[in-house]
Protein backbone atom coordinates (compact mmCIF):
# COMPACT_ATOMS: atom_id res chain seq x y z
CA UNK A 1 0.00 0.00 0.00
CA UNK A 2 1.53 3.07 -1.00
CA UNK A 3 0.00 5.54 1.05
CA UNK A 4 0.74 6.07 5.35
CA UNK A 5 -2.82 8.02 5.71
CA UNK A 6 -4.71 4.45 6.23
CA UNK A 7 -1.88 3.39 8.34
CA UNK A 8 -2.08 6.99 10.60
CA UNK A 9 -6.03 6.36 10.95
CA UNK A 10 -5.32 2.53 12.91
CA UNK A 11 -4.54 4.05 16.22
CA UNK A 12 -4.15 0.49 17.77
CA UNK A 13 -0.95 -0.93 19.72
CA UNK A 14 -1.10 -4.46 19.49
CA UNK A 15 -1.20 -5.11 15.80
CA UNK A 16 1.44 -7.31 14.90
CA UNK A 17 1.49 -6.78 10.87
CA UNK A 18 1.37 -10.93 10.94
CA UNK A 19 -0.56 -12.46 7.73
CA UNK A 20 -3.72 -13.13 9.67
CA UNK A 21 -5.62 -11.35 12.49
CA UNK A 22 -5.87 -13.90 15.18
CA UNK A 23 -3.26 -11.99 17.10
CA UNK A 24 -4.72 -8.55 16.71
CA UNK A 25 -6.16 -8.29 20.28
CA UNK A 26 -8.99 -5.03 19.68
CA UNK A 27 -10.59 -7.13 16.66
CA UNK A 28 -10.54 -10.15 18.20
CA UNK A 29 -12.40 -8.88 20.47
CA UNK A 30 -15.09 -7.48 18.20
CA UNK A 31 -15.22 -11.00 16.07
CA UNK A 32 -15.94 -12.78 19.50
CA UNK A 33 -18.76 -10.41 20.61
CA UNK A 34 -20.31 -10.85 17.15
CA UNK A 35 -20.10 -14.20 17.23
CA UNK A 36 -21.70 -15.03 20.48
CA UNK A 37 -24.52 -11.78 19.31
CA UNK A 38 -25.32 -13.34 15.93
CA UNK A 39 -25.55 -16.29 17.62
CA UNK A 40 -28.67 -15.26 19.78
CA UNK A 41 -29.80 -13.43 16.92
CA UNK A 42 -30.04 -16.63 15.31
CA UNK A 43 -32.21 -18.20 17.95
CA UNK A 44 -34.82 -14.73 17.78
CA UNK A 45 -35.08 -15.04 13.93
CA UNK A 46 -36.41 -18.79 14.42
CA UNK A 47 -38.13 -18.00 18.19
CA UNK A 48 -39.93 -14.84 16.78
CA UNK A 49 -42.50 -16.19 14.36
CA UNK A 50 -42.27 -19.31 16.28
CA UNK A 51 -43.97 -16.90 18.74
CA UNK A 52 -46.36 -15.90 16.79
CA UNK A 53 -47.23 -18.78 14.87
CA UNK A 54 -47.71 -21.52 17.58
CA UNK A 55 -48.24 -19.25 21.14
CA UNK A 56 -50.52 -16.93 19.06
CA UNK A 57 -52.09 -18.73 16.21
CA UNK A 58 -51.39 -15.76 13.82
CA UNK A 59 -52.59 -15.62 10.31
CA UNK A 60 -49.73 -15.49 7.43
CA UNK A 61 -50.41 -12.13 6.79
CA UNK A 62 -49.53 -11.13 10.14
CA UNK A 63 -46.64 -13.21 10.18
CA UNK A 64 -45.65 -11.63 6.87
CA UNK A 65 -46.21 -7.84 9.01
CA UNK A 66 -44.09 -8.99 11.76
CA UNK A 67 -41.14 -10.10 9.85
CA UNK A 68 -41.45 -6.64 7.74
CA UNK A 69 -41.64 -4.91 11.61
CA UNK A 70 -38.26 -6.52 12.25
CA UNK A 71 -36.47 -4.23 9.08
CA UNK A 72 -38.76 -1.08 8.86
CA UNK A 73 -36.73 0.87 10.69
CA UNK A 74 -34.01 0.63 8.03
CA UNK A 75 -36.22 2.27 5.65
CA UNK A 76 -37.50 5.02 8.23
CA UNK A 77 -34.42 6.01 10.41
CA UNK A 78 -30.93 4.57 8.75
CA UNK A 79 -30.29 8.01 6.61
CA UNK A 80 -30.32 9.91 9.64
CA UNK A 81 -28.21 7.47 11.65
CA UNK A 82 -25.37 7.75 9.51
CA UNK A 83 -25.37 11.16 9.71
CA UNK A 84 -25.34 10.88 13.72
CA UNK A 85 -22.89 7.91 13.83
CA UNK A 86 -20.23 10.09 11.52
CA UNK A 87 -20.50 12.60 13.94
CA UNK A 88 -20.43 10.66 17.08
CA UNK A 89 -18.29 7.69 18.41
CA UNK A 90 -18.99 4.58 16.76
CA UNK A 91 -17.84 2.49 19.99
CA UNK A 92 -20.62 4.17 22.03
CA UNK A 93 -23.25 3.84 20.07
CA UNK A 94 -22.58 -0.15 19.70
CA UNK A 95 -22.63 -0.38 23.46
CA UNK A 96 -25.72 1.62 23.88
CA UNK A 97 -27.62 0.11 20.83
CA UNK A 98 -26.95 -3.54 22.69
CA UNK A 99 -27.90 -2.22 26.26
CA UNK A 100 -31.06 -1.51 24.78
CA UNK A 101 -31.59 -4.71 22.61
CA UNK A 102 -30.97 -6.75 25.89
CA UNK A 103 -34.17 -4.82 27.52
CA UNK A 104 -36.09 -5.31 24.50
CA UNK A 105 -35.54 -9.06 23.32
CA UNK A 106 -35.65 -9.57 27.14
CA UNK A 107 -39.26 -8.31 27.41
CA UNK A 108 -40.92 -11.16 25.40
CA UNK A 109 -40.11 -13.83 27.93
CA UNK A 110 -40.32 -11.66 30.93
CA UNK A 111 -44.24 -10.94 30.14
CA UNK A 112 -44.50 -14.56 28.60
CA UNK A 113 -43.75 -15.85 31.73
CA UNK A 114 -46.93 -14.17 32.92
CA UNK A 115 -49.23 -15.23 29.99
CA UNK A 116 -49.61 -11.54 28.92
CA UNK A 117 -47.71 -11.95 25.38
CA UNK A 118 -49.72 -10.47 22.33
CA UNK A 119 -49.09 -9.50 18.32
CA UNK A 120 -48.59 -5.49 19.12
CA UNK A 121 -45.99 -6.55 21.64
CA UNK A 122 -44.00 -8.59 19.23
CA UNK A 123 -44.44 -5.93 16.48
CA UNK A 124 -43.82 -3.61 18.85
CA UNK A 125 -40.68 -5.21 19.35
CA UNK A 126 -39.98 -5.93 16.43
CA UNK A 127 -39.70 -2.04 15.38
CA UNK A 128 -37.40 -1.14 18.88
CA UNK A 129 -34.82 -3.80 18.24
CA UNK A 130 -34.79 -3.14 14.63
CA UNK A 131 -34.01 0.24 15.46
CA UNK A 132 -31.19 0.07 17.61
CA UNK A 133 -29.78 -2.53 14.98
CA UNK A 134 -29.73 -0.23 12.25
CA UNK A 135 -27.90 2.46 14.74
CA UNK A 136 -25.25 -0.37 15.89
CA UNK A 137 -24.93 -1.82 11.84
CA UNK A 138 -24.04 1.23 10.80
CA UNK A 139 -21.95 1.81 13.55
CA UNK A 140 -20.10 -1.39 12.98
CA UNK A 141 -19.30 -1.40 9.76
CA UNK A 142 -18.08 1.75 10.09
CA UNK A 143 -16.15 1.16 13.24
CA UNK A 144 -13.91 -1.98 11.58
CA UNK A 145 -12.16 0.51 8.73
CA UNK A 146 -10.46 2.26 12.18
CA UNK A 147 -9.87 -1.17 13.40
CA UNK A 148 -8.13 -3.07 10.57
CA UNK A 149 -5.95 -2.22 8.08
CA UNK A 150 -7.03 -1.79 4.07
CA UNK A 151 -5.00 -4.72 3.04
CA UNK A 152 -6.21 -6.84 5.83
CA UNK A 153 -10.11 -6.02 5.23
CA UNK A 154 -11.17 -8.62 3.17
CA UNK A 155 -10.31 -11.05 5.68
CA UNK A 156 -11.74 -9.15 8.36
CA UNK A 157 -15.23 -8.95 6.70
CA UNK A 158 -14.51 -12.81 5.79
CA UNK A 159 -13.85 -13.71 9.63
CA UNK A 160 -16.55 -11.86 10.48
CA UNK A 161 -19.19 -12.75 7.40
CA UNK A 162 -18.38 -16.23 8.89
CA UNK A 163 -19.07 -15.98 12.24
CA UNK A 164 -22.63 -14.56 11.08
CA UNK A 165 -23.04 -17.80 8.95
CA UNK A 166 -22.22 -20.21 12.08
CA UNK A 167 -24.45 -18.45 14.12
CA UNK A 168 -26.92 -19.09 11.68
CA UNK A 169 -25.80 -22.59 11.38
CA UNK A 170 -26.06 -23.28 15.07
CA UNK A 171 -28.55 -20.75 16.36
CA UNK A 172 -31.45 -22.41 14.93
CA UNK A 173 -30.44 -25.68 16.77
CA UNK A 174 -29.82 -24.40 19.36
CA UNK A 175 -33.02 -22.32 19.09
CA UNK A 176 -34.85 -25.51 18.52
CA UNK A 177 -33.71 -27.13 21.44
CA UNK A 178 -34.46 -23.71 23.45
CA UNK A 179 -37.95 -23.74 22.31
CA UNK A 180 -38.51 -27.53 22.88
CA UNK A 181 -36.95 -26.87 26.35
CA UNK A 182 -38.43 -23.60 27.62
CA UNK A 183 -41.07 -22.64 24.93
CA UNK A 184 -40.53 -19.96 22.01
CA UNK A 185 -40.67 -17.07 24.21
CA UNK A 186 -38.25 -18.36 26.58
CA UNK A 187 -35.72 -19.06 24.34
CA UNK A 188 -35.10 -16.11 23.48
CA UNK A 189 -33.87 -15.11 26.53
CA UNK A 190 -30.63 -16.45 24.97
CA UNK A 191 -30.62 -13.21 22.56
CA UNK A 192 -31.14 -10.99 25.61
CA UNK A 193 -28.02 -12.48 27.25
CA UNK A 194 -25.78 -12.47 24.08
CA UNK A 195 -26.47 -8.74 24.20
CA UNK A 196 -24.47 -8.14 27.60
CA UNK A 197 -21.59 -10.71 26.04
CA UNK A 198 -21.29 -8.14 23.16
CA UNK A 199 -20.99 -4.92 24.97
CA UNK A 200 -18.06 -6.45 27.45
CA UNK A 201 -16.47 -7.61 24.46
CA UNK A 202 -16.74 -3.54 22.98
CA UNK A 203 -15.58 -1.96 26.46
CA UNK A 204 -12.74 -4.76 26.13
CA UNK A 205 -11.17 -2.68 23.36
CA UNK A 206 -8.30 -0.46 23.56
CA UNK A 207 -7.72 1.12 20.28
CA UNK A 208 -8.49 4.67 20.27
CA UNK A 209 -11.35 5.49 17.77
CA UNK A 210 -10.46 8.56 15.34
CA UNK A 211 -12.39 11.46 16.73
CA UNK A 212 -14.95 12.50 13.70
CA UNK A 213 -14.12 15.62 11.92
CA UNK A 214 -15.23 18.78 12.72
CA UNK A 215 -18.18 20.11 10.69
CA UNK A 216 -19.52 22.92 8.67
CA UNK A 217 -21.25 25.76 10.50
CA UNK A 218 -23.85 25.70 7.76
CA UNK A 219 -24.58 21.77 7.08
CA UNK A 220 -27.48 20.95 8.40
CA UNK A 221 -28.41 16.96 9.04
CA UNK A 222 -30.23 17.02 5.67
CA UNK A 223 -27.39 18.37 3.93
CA UNK A 224 -24.98 15.82 5.65
CA UNK A 225 -27.78 12.95 4.36
CA UNK A 226 -27.69 14.28 0.88
CA UNK A 227 -23.88 13.69 0.67
CA UNK A 228 -23.94 10.19 1.48
CA UNK A 229 -27.07 9.65 -0.85
CA UNK A 230 -24.80 11.43 -3.24
CA UNK A 231 -21.94 9.52 -2.92
CA UNK A 232 -23.43 6.45 -3.45
CA UNK A 233 -25.71 7.23 -6.37
CA UNK A 234 -22.77 8.83 -8.54
CA UNK A 235 -20.55 5.80 -8.31
CA UNK A 236 -20.79 4.04 -11.38
CA UNK A 237 -20.17 0.71 -9.43
CA UNK A 238 -21.88 1.41 -5.96
CA UNK A 239 -24.89 2.41 -7.78
CA UNK A 240 -25.49 -0.86 -9.25
CA UNK A 241 -24.23 -3.02 -6.35
CA UNK A 242 -27.31 -1.30 -4.53
CA UNK A 243 -29.60 -1.91 -7.02
CA UNK A 244 -28.99 -5.70 -7.38
CA UNK A 245 -28.67 -6.11 -3.10
CA UNK A 246 -32.08 -3.87 -2.94
CA UNK A 247 -33.50 -6.28 -5.84
CA UNK A 248 -32.32 -9.54 -3.96
CA UNK A 249 -33.74 -8.43 -0.89
CA UNK A 250 -36.72 -7.92 -1.92
CA UNK A 251 -37.47 -11.05 -2.80
CA UNK A 252 -35.42 -12.49 -0.15
CA UNK A 253 -38.15 -10.87 2.30
CA UNK A 254 -40.88 -12.63 0.51
CA UNK A 255 -39.05 -15.81 0.92
CA UNK A 256 -38.11 -15.14 4.67
CA UNK A 257 -41.75 -14.15 5.63
CA UNK A 258 -42.70 -17.84 3.89
CA UNK A 259 -40.47 -20.22 4.89
CA UNK A 260 -41.56 -20.55 8.75
CA UNK A 261 -45.20 -21.25 7.11
CA UNK A 262 -43.95 -23.20 4.28
CA UNK A 263 -42.35 -25.85 6.91
CA UNK A 264 -45.30 -26.22 8.80
CA UNK A 265 -48.23 -26.38 7.37
CA UNK A 266 -47.23 -27.16 3.94
CA UNK A 267 -44.03 -29.78 4.57
CA UNK A 268 -45.60 -30.38 7.89
CA UNK A 269 -42.13 -30.37 9.71
CA UNK A 270 -42.60 -30.38 13.59
CA UNK A 271 -41.30 -26.96 14.99
CA UNK A 272 -38.88 -28.50 17.27
CA UNK A 273 -37.43 -29.57 13.66
CA UNK A 274 -37.87 -26.11 11.98
CA UNK A 275 -34.32 -25.37 13.54
CA UNK A 276 -32.33 -28.31 11.79
CA UNK A 277 -33.51 -27.77 8.95
CA UNK A 278 -32.56 -23.65 9.16
CA UNK A 279 -29.22 -24.73 10.34
CA UNK A 280 -28.39 -27.21 7.33
CA UNK A 281 -29.13 -24.50 5.68
CA UNK A 282 -26.89 -22.07 7.03
CA UNK A 283 -23.96 -24.79 6.24
CA UNK A 284 -23.67 -22.77 2.88
CA UNK A 285 -23.16 -19.36 4.70
CA UNK A 286 -20.43 -21.00 7.01
CA UNK A 287 -18.55 -22.46 3.67
CA UNK A 288 -19.47 -19.03 2.04
CA UNK A 289 -17.51 -16.79 4.59
CA UNK A 290 -14.85 -19.10 4.92
CA UNK A 291 -14.19 -19.24 1.35
CA UNK A 292 -15.45 -15.76 0.53
CA UNK A 293 -11.08 -14.42 0.25
CA UNK A 294 -9.74 -16.89 -1.78
CA UNK A 295 -12.45 -17.01 -3.76
CA UNK A 296 -12.40 -13.36 -4.31
CA UNK A 297 -8.42 -13.58 -4.95
CA UNK A 298 -9.28 -16.40 -7.26
CA UNK A 299 -12.14 -15.36 -9.60
CA UNK A 300 -10.73 -11.16 -8.81
CA UNK A 301 -12.43 -9.21 -6.17
CA UNK A 302 -14.46 -7.24 -8.93
CA UNK A 303 -15.56 -10.02 -11.07
CA UNK A 304 -16.59 -12.11 -7.69
CA UNK A 305 -19.03 -9.61 -6.84
CA UNK A 306 -21.31 -10.92 -10.25
CA UNK A 307 -20.31 -14.16 -10.52
CA UNK A 308 -21.43 -14.84 -6.67
CA UNK A 309 -25.00 -13.76 -8.04
CA UNK A 310 -25.53 -14.89 -11.14
CA UNK A 311 -23.49 -18.35 -10.74
CA UNK A 312 -23.13 -19.51 -7.09
CA UNK A 313 -26.89 -18.72 -6.07
CA UNK A 314 -28.47 -20.37 -9.33
CA UNK A 315 -29.17 -23.93 -7.10
CA UNK A 316 -31.33 -22.00 -4.26
CA UNK A 317 -34.55 -22.05 -6.72
CA UNK A 318 -34.80 -25.82 -5.78
CA UNK A 319 -36.00 -25.05 -2.30
CA UNK A 320 -39.00 -23.76 -3.51
CA UNK A 321 -39.54 -27.45 -4.85
CA UNK A 322 -39.15 -29.03 -1.55
CA UNK A 323 -42.25 -31.71 -0.18
CA UNK A 324 -42.78 -33.71 2.66
CA UNK A 325 -40.96 -36.46 3.70
CA UNK A 326 -37.36 -36.90 2.64
CA UNK A 327 -38.09 -34.38 -0.15
CA UNK A 328 -37.66 -31.82 2.32
CA UNK A 329 -34.04 -31.59 2.05
CA UNK A 330 -34.39 -29.95 -1.52
CA UNK A 331 -35.07 -26.64 1.81
CA UNK A 332 -31.82 -26.51 3.07
CA UNK A 333 -30.20 -27.37 0.03
CA UNK A 334 -31.67 -24.77 -1.72
CA UNK A 335 -31.62 -22.17 1.05
CA UNK A 336 -28.07 -23.31 1.36
CA UNK A 337 -27.22 -22.48 -2.18
CA UNK A 338 -28.10 -18.64 -0.93
CA UNK A 339 -26.56 -18.29 2.21
CA UNK A 340 -23.37 -19.72 0.66
CA UNK A 341 -23.32 -17.14 -2.83
CA UNK A 342 -25.36 -14.48 -0.21
CA UNK A 343 -22.17 -14.84 2.03
CA UNK A 344 -19.23 -14.30 -1.09
CA UNK A 345 -21.20 -11.28 -2.22
CA UNK A 346 -21.36 -9.41 1.02
CA UNK A 347 -17.54 -9.60 1.59
CA UNK A 348 -16.88 -8.46 -2.22
CA UNK A 349 -19.21 -5.77 -1.98
CA UNK A 350 -18.09 -4.79 1.70
CA UNK A 351 -14.65 -4.79 1.00
CA UNK A 352 -15.24 -2.78 -2.39
CA UNK A 353 -17.36 -0.27 -0.46
CA UNK A 354 -14.95 0.10 2.30
CA UNK A 355 -12.26 0.73 -0.55
CA UNK A 356 -14.19 3.64 -2.66
CA UNK A 357 -15.27 5.75 0.08
CA UNK A 358 -13.46 8.04 1.91
CA UNK A 359 -13.16 7.84 5.96
CA UNK A 360 -15.18 10.71 6.89
CA UNK A 361 -18.18 9.57 4.26
CA UNK A 362 -17.99 5.86 5.54
CA UNK A 363 -20.75 6.50 8.04
CA UNK A 364 -23.28 8.13 5.73
CA UNK A 365 -22.41 5.46 3.12
CA UNK A 366 -23.28 2.46 5.08
CA UNK A 367 -26.47 4.51 6.35
CA UNK A 368 -27.33 4.90 2.43
CA UNK A 369 -26.68 1.78 1.30
CA UNK A 370 -28.54 0.05 4.11
CA UNK A 371 -31.78 2.36 3.83
CA UNK A 372 -31.95 1.39 0.15
CA UNK A 373 -31.61 -2.09 0.00
CA UNK A 374 -32.93 -3.13 3.76
CA UNK A 375 -35.78 -0.78 3.16
CA UNK A 376 -36.85 -3.44 0.26
CA UNK A 377 -37.04 -6.01 3.07
CA UNK A 378 -40.24 -5.28 4.81
CA UNK A 379 -42.26 -4.78 1.34
CA UNK A 380 -41.14 -8.05 0.44
CA UNK A 381 -41.95 -9.34 3.47
CA UNK A 382 -45.80 -7.70 3.10
CA UNK A 383 -45.52 -8.94 -0.68
CA UNK A 384 -45.02 -12.12 0.22
CA UNK A 385 -47.78 -12.40 3.23
CA UNK A 386 -49.77 -10.94 0.34
CA UNK A 387 -49.19 -13.09 -2.29
CA UNK A 388 -48.68 -15.98 0.02
CA UNK A 389 -52.44 -15.53 1.19
CA UNK A 390 -54.12 -15.14 -3.06
CA UNK A 391 -51.83 -17.36 -4.80
CA UNK A 392 -50.32 -19.89 -2.43
CA UNK A 393 -47.30 -19.96 -0.40
CA UNK A 394 -45.43 -22.71 -3.07
CA UNK A 395 -45.97 -20.33 -5.91
CA UNK A 396 -44.80 -17.50 -3.93
CA UNK A 397 -41.66 -19.18 -3.32
CA UNK A 398 -40.61 -19.61 -6.82
CA UNK A 399 -40.66 -16.06 -7.71
CA UNK A 400 -39.11 -15.46 -4.48
CA UNK A 401 -36.56 -17.74 -5.29
CA UNK A 402 -36.03 -16.71 -9.05
CA UNK A 403 -36.14 -12.83 -8.16
CA UNK A 404 -33.25 -12.84 -6.27
CA UNK A 405 -31.09 -14.61 -8.27
CA UNK A 406 -32.14 -12.52 -11.62
CA UNK A 407 -30.97 -9.27 -9.35
CA UNK A 408 -27.48 -10.16 -10.40
CA UNK A 409 -28.17 -9.10 -13.76
CA UNK A 410 -27.68 -5.47 -12.59
CA UNK A 411 -23.76 -6.18 -11.61
CA UNK A 412 -23.52 -8.07 -15.13
CA UNK A 413 -24.59 -5.30 -16.78
CA UNK A 414 -22.49 -2.53 -15.01
CA UNK A 415 -18.07 -1.17 -15.30
CA UNK A 416 -17.76 -4.45 -12.71
CA UNK A 417 -17.67 -7.01 -15.98
CA UNK A 418 -14.16 -4.95 -17.19
CA UNK A 419 -13.00 -5.04 -13.85
CA UNK A 420 -11.22 -8.02 -12.02
CA UNK A 421 -9.99 -6.28 -9.01
CA UNK A 422 -11.11 -3.75 -6.67
CA UNK A 423 -9.05 0.06 -6.06
CA UNK A 424 -6.68 1.17 -4.39
CA UNK A 425 -8.87 2.72 -1.37
CA UNK A 426 -9.85 5.85 -0.70
CA UNK A 427 -8.29 8.29 1.13
CA UNK A 428 -9.17 11.58 -0.22
CA UNK A 429 -11.80 14.21 0.75
CA UNK A 430 -15.14 13.76 0.44
CA UNK A 431 -17.06 16.25 -2.59
Not at 12 to 40: H, K, Y
Not at 357 to 376: D, F, K, S
Amino acid sequence: MSGTADELRYTGTDFDGGPNLWRQRDFVLLWSGQAVSEMGSAVTQLALPLVAVVALKASTFQVGLLTAATTVAFAVIALPAGAWVDRGSKRAIMIACDLLRLLIIGSIPVVGAFGGLTMAQLYAVAVAAGVCTVFFDVSYQSYVPSLVRAEYRIEANGKLATTQAFAQFGGPGLGGALVAAFGAAGALTADAASYAFSVASIVGIRSREEPPPAGRAEETLLSRIAQGLRFVLRHPILRKIVLCTATANLFNGMSAALATIFLIRVLHVRPALIGLIVAGAAVGGVVGGACAGRLAKRIGTARVLWVSMLVLSAPQVVAAAAWRGWGVLLFPLGWGAAYFSAMVFNVAQLSYRQSVTPPELMGRMNAAVRWIVWGTRPLGALLGGVLGAQIGIRPTLWLAFAGSWAAGWFLFFSPLRRLRDTPAPALGVAP
